[in-house]
């Protein structure tokens, strides 16, 4: 596996991926990786890559003044292993400096899915999602793009924004890998304490029978209020539980009878924000 830290070795290794007939997928990370991380290798491949490229760069655009970027788990030595077992054939690992040089002016604003939810929970989140996936896709060349459904909205800023910009790359959705009790994998559940942890999959399960209720046709305001008294009564702190149309992000006050839907939630348990979303 190559290992990449400037742009002149980037371009380089993937311009012989290129002239060696090998289709790039890239993989975007911030770390701390999990098998979660590792599928989208897979899926990547599954999809037709010839190569695939994985970044490992905490990007200090999509965390607010108030939110964990010190904190944020890195484990360089521990992610470069994971990845060589994965087969991938390159680690993009750019410094702040050079994926944001001094002077730099440029981000990427992408309205339409980034409204409401994850985008009024952490203002700015999304831009800094936008830029930086725009500018990995622009080093990295790649035709592919594989990201995971865990981070829902994400997902649908990025697909929007390569899409609005013309950048020739495919966006690979790749279903979420949970846990065996269902807990959705993130690099944050290491934070939870030991009861927390066996708390933390109630937010799956509750997701899913109201999912279930919904799509038999139950009235969804009662049965999404009646998951958050079951939520809170088990100490979670939710910051939202919605119906929405899976591409626009836009809520739903009744089932649709066509086109997909999406129930999404964030919710605290302790001090680690939890996320997941489930097709309706």
């Keep these: 596996m190559q290992i990449c830290r400037d742009l002149p070795s980037l371009r380089a290794a993937t311009a012989a991926f290129r002239a060696a007939g090998r289709r790039l997928a890239v993989v975007p990370t911030m770390g701390a990786l999990h098998e979660g991380h590792l599928a989208l290798i897979g899926a990547a491949r599954a999809a037709g890559a010839g190569a695939v490229a994985a970044s490992i760069f905490v990007n200090p655009l999509q965390f607010g003044p108030n939110e964990d970027l010190a904190r944020y788990p890195r484990d360089e ?65 790649a035709e592919l793009a594989a990201f995971g459904e865990k981070d829902w909205q994400q997902l649908q800023v990025v697909t929007r924004m390569a899409a609005d910009l013309d950048i020739p790359i495919r966006i690979l959705p790749v279903p979420t890998v949970r846990e065996a009790d269902g807990l959705a994998m993130s690099s944050r559940n290491r934070f939870l304490s030991p009861q927390e942890r066996a708390t933390a999959p109630l937010l799956h399960r509750a997701m899913t029978e109201a999912a279930a209720a919904i799509g038999a046709g139950a009235p969804v305001a009662a049965t999404l209020e009646g998951a958050l008294a079951r939520l809170r009564g088990a100490g979670f702190a939710p910051d939202y539980l919605a119906l929405v149309e899976a591409e626009t992000m836009r809520p739903l006050a009744a089932r649709r009878e066509q086109g997909p839907m999406r129930l999404i939630a964030a919710a605290r348990l302790g001090t680690v924000r939890l996320l997941d979303n489930i097709a309706v």
Excluded at 106 to 128: K, L, M, N
Aim: with cysteine.
């Design 77 to 141: 030595e521990g992610d470069l292993a994971k990845l060589r077992a994965a087969g991938c054939d390159l680690a993009w690992l750019p410094p702040v400096e050079v994926m944001y040089p001094p002077g730099n002016a440029t981000v990427i604003e992408v309205a339409g899915p980034s409204a409401g939810w994850e985008g009024d929970a952490r203002p700015g989140h999304f831009r800094g999602v936008a830029t930086v996936c725009c500018k990995l896709f622009l080093q990295s060349q």
